[in-house]
């Protein structure tokens, strides 16, 4: 198949708002491609390389001048090129990737060239998202939404999802199952403001509460000798945390599946401040010198495969009781089944105030939702957190001019589709946030006037705030007060941000 094909494809993606008319263009992709590319297709259209990163930074995309007149590039030789750019490594491996990304570009059409850069610097969010793409495969190869979904949750991704529903119908799907040593998509927590709140959601069925620990998701794969770890975007950190895999492969299971958060926790074991664990997860020096300084810990909550055996449909009280058995206490999660309200409660304020995030109260009779923010599991937090689109963004004056500061809030709004604003912040900010920002949202701009540059709306931030108000300010008719930046959320996106709904519940309008 050629590019081209592709990029007309994601241009009509781009050019409608109807959902309907996305999933037309993604289905026609999907259904002219050969067998052998359709994966490619479905990844590059869902914005995901199977390479994952290139190693190719913004600049090195920047600086070619030629183009080709004619499309000729094929899917397949593009998937060729960054296989050699992605296994690029030691002495030189720089210059050789970028020499092969300029040979790349230089043999595109100009069309082309945009859908590349996209595809290498991870930015093509253009609606081609999860839901959509599972809806084209479903229509394109006439196979059912549910069993794409769960296919797709399962394998991880949708590429080997599209390539099965082309070679065999539904009954391919069904044998996409979870695979020790290949992530999945986690399941997710709904939130509610308070622990009553929490328990009318789940229902009045028996529960456990958890402490919510504020490190880095990390799915734990063990196979024989072989361990492999995953965040909860599925990037492999396996290399960065080498005292979490030692901890893994003491366990005696010969084949495990392990889902936890890892932490960088104190000598008196209170958890240090998330931006700790976060940039011991996010660095890539020595990690054997690195955990000298900040070792980090394992603390797992669920079991999902355990010697043979998926345990996703399994309910939580048995997956819960297979966990306790296989991995000693220090490494899982603090946890209780309480008998009601005010005994959760108490957990709730003695966790919150031996310094961690809050709590997850889980029923004991759910299934593992992969990939879903299944109604299973309800966060609790003590202070007011969003998850919130950024839309814009203002430079700053004074000790931050030439700096973008103040940033415009946005929350999704499912009824009528898109973002609503609800606020701006540039609290909260540290020196190092506003040099990253200033960068991103450069990256991110569609429109520069003199003091507001509008962006993407792509990027998440979780801010804290003290409560919400009705206002005439912005459209959604809220606003925030005392917003603040917790920190800019890499992890999530738009589509996964909180909505007006949770806003307005919050603030019992
Ligand atoms: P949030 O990222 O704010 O939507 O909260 C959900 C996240 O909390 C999950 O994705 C986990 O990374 C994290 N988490 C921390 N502790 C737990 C726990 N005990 N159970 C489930 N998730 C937890």
Redesign the pocket.
């Known amino acids: 198949m050629l590019l081209a094909e592709l990029v007309t494809a994601s241009t009509r993606v781009a050019a409608t708002r109807s959902r309907n008319a996305k999933v037309e263009a993604i289905a026609d992709a999907l259904r002219s491609a050969e067998p052998a590319e359709v994966g490619l297709v479905a990844a590059y259209l869902s914005g995901v390389l199977p390479q994952r990163r290139l190693g190719v930074g913004w600049r090195g995309l920047r600086e070619v001048s030629q183009s080709a007149e004619h499309p000729t590039l094929q899917v397949a030789e593009v998937d060729a090129v960054f296989g050699q750019i992605a296994g690029a490594h030691g002495e030189g491996s720089v210059a050789r990737r970028a020499g092969l990304v300029r040979d790349l570009l230089a043999r595109a059409t100009e069309a082309e060239q945009r859908l590349l850069r996209g595809l290498i610097a991870g930015e093509i969010r253009q609606g081609a998202l999860d839901g959509v793409m599972l809806k084209a495969i479903a229509a394109a190869f006439d196979v059912p939404e549910g069993a794409v979904r769960r296919a797709v949750m399962l394998a991880g991704y949708a590429a080997p999802v599209a390539a099965a529903a082309m070679a065999g119908g539904e009954a391919a799907l069904d044998t996409i199952g979870l695979q020790a040593g290949r992530p999945m998509r986690?399941?997710?927590?709904a939130?509610a403001p308070s622990i009553g709140d929490a328990f009318e959601e789940l229902g009045g069925a028996e529960v456990a509460i958890?402490?919510?620990?504020?490190?880095?998701?990390v799915q734990a794969h063990k196979l024989d000798d072989e361990v492999r770890l995953f965040t909860?975007s599925l990037e492999e950190v396996t290399d960065r945390l080498p005292e979490v895999v030692e901890a893994v492969a003491s366990l005696p299971a010969r084949a495990l599946v392990l889902?936890?958060?890892v932490v960088a926790l104190r000598p008196d074991g209170r958890p240090e401040p998330f931006q700790v664990t976060g940039a011991r997860t996010a660095s890539r020096k020595d990690p054997q010198q690195l955990r000298t300084v900040t070792p980090v810990t394992p603390?797992f909550?669920?079991i999902l495969h355990h010697a043979g055996a998926d345990l996703l449909d399994r309910p939580a009280r048995e997956r819960h009781a297979l966990l306790a058995e296989t991995v000693p206490s220090q490494w899982r999660?603090a946890?209780a089944e309480p008998a009601g309200a005010t005994e959760a409660q108490q957990h709730f304020e003695e966790w919150v105030a031996a310094g961690h995030?809050g709590?997850?109260l889980?029923r004991l009779d759910s299934t593992y939702a992969a990939g879903r923010?299944g109604a299973g599991?309800v966060?609790v937090?003590p202070r007011h957190?969003l998850?919130l689109v950024v839309l814009a963004v203002e430079w700053g004056s004074g000790r931050r001019r030439g700096k973008l500061s103040n940033i415009h809030l946005g929350a999704r709004d499912p009824q009528a589709g898109g973002l609503v604003m609800l606020g701006k912040t540039f609290k909260g900010m540290t020196d190092e946030m506003l040099e990253w920002q200033t960068r991103r949202f450069d990256e991110l701009a569609v429109e520069r006037g003199d003091h507001v540059v509008t962006v993407r709306p792509e990027q998440v931030v979780?801010v804290a705030f003290d409560g919400v108000q009705r206002s005439t300010r912005y459209p959604s008719g809220l606003a925030l007060r005392f917003a603040r930046v917790i920190r800019y959320?890499d992890?999530?996106s738009a589509d996964?941000a909180d909505t007006i709904d949770t806003v307005r519940a919050l603030g019992g309008l």
């Open positions: 986690p399941m997710l927590a939130s958890e402490c919510k620990i504020d490190g880095i998701r909860r889902d936890g958060e603390l909550f669920d999660v946890r995030e709590v997850v889980k923010r599991w966060k937090k957190t998850d979780e959320r992890d999530k996964e």
